[in-house]
């Protein structure tokens, strides 16, 4: 009897696990995310070049200018080119909440990193584990949501970014950063597109 | 624990409840892509889809596409609402096992 009603209550919990897990899953296949990994992964390659290489002319030279105007201008691209993609289409639950854990994020992240910078109680090492934690936790909470493993793979590699660049000298931990932000941005930002890509072809239409 | 009957029938079959959870989360669908997230075949995958056609809780599209025939599945109000509700009394038997 009990035997019994233990598998009627797995079945049951069975039940609304397929229905999270397919809702989730054409919402996954639908949303439209690739893009913005990859704007703000070539932003902050840019942002690097520029803070660490000396051109030469008025603007290029002043590299405390590159993380300033580099976010600041990766923000407009993101709201002007997410407004023209989102075009009539209704916003749902789940990209309302994916947009302001992001967006949540980025402000703490700028708040932060200004007063670390004003203060100039900034170490490179720190700097960047604040980076790569802030964006872990970001991408394993959209993965929870979305139930994407590979999202959550890309949470791992920023967690480890963060730990191993306070164990490393200067040179080594923005070689670790540059790698996750090859890794978790870039490369992840290419296959989101070429998934959405993918899932467009065969038909589903965002909702 | 209740008696799983009290269950709306159309949706408790695990096809039909995939589809009317995918076409959930999607304004319409293709049969291609529904075929694909569901691992279906195409024949099992229109019987199931018929059934809830005749229930109302999808609505069908045919057009031509570039002169290839194209299939499109959107949900409708009463599939909505019938979901929602199945969700329900699929909470309210679980009652306090749903944590755990």
Known sequence: ??????????????????????????????????????????????????????????????????????????????????????????????????????????????????????????????????????????????????????????????????????????????????????LCQIVFGVYGMVAEARSRRQGAIHA | MPELPELNPVIHGKLRLALLSLLAGVEEAEFTWLRVKTGSTDGNLGAQLLKLEEAGYIAVEKKFVQRKPQTLYRMTEAGRQALTEYVQALKSLLGPAING
Not at chain 1, 155 to 167: D, E, G, N
Request: with cysteine; charged share 10%.
């Open chain 1, 1 to 182: 009897m009990t035997e019994n009603l233990n598998e009627m209550e797995m079945e049951l919990k069975d039940r609304l696990s397929l229905i999270e897990n397919m809702i989730a899953e054409g919402r996954r296949g639908t949303e439209s995310w690739g893009w913005v990994f990859l704007l703000w992964g070539v932003a902050y390659y840019v942002a690097i070049l520029w803070s660490s290489t000396s051109f030469l002319g008025p603007i290029w030279g002043r590299q405390y200018l590159a993380w300033p105007v580099t976010m600041s201008l990766s923000c407009v691209l993101t709201i002007v080119i997410g407004a023209r993609k989102q075009g009539k289409r209704p916003s749902t639950t789940i990209s309302r909440a994916i947009a302001a854990m992001w967006m949540a994020m980025g402000i703490s992240m700028f708040i932060l990193l200004l007063s670390l910078g004003i203060s100039g109680r900034v170490e490179q090492q720190v700097f960047i584990a604040i980076i790569a934690a802030m964006l872990g936790t970001t991408n394993a909470a959209s993965s929870f949501i979305l139930r994407w493993k590979v999202q959550f793979a890309c949470a791992v590699v920023w967690w480890a970014a963060a730990v191993i660049s306070l164990f490393s000298n200067v040179t080594q931990s923005s070689l670790v950063f540059l790698l996750a932000i090859f």
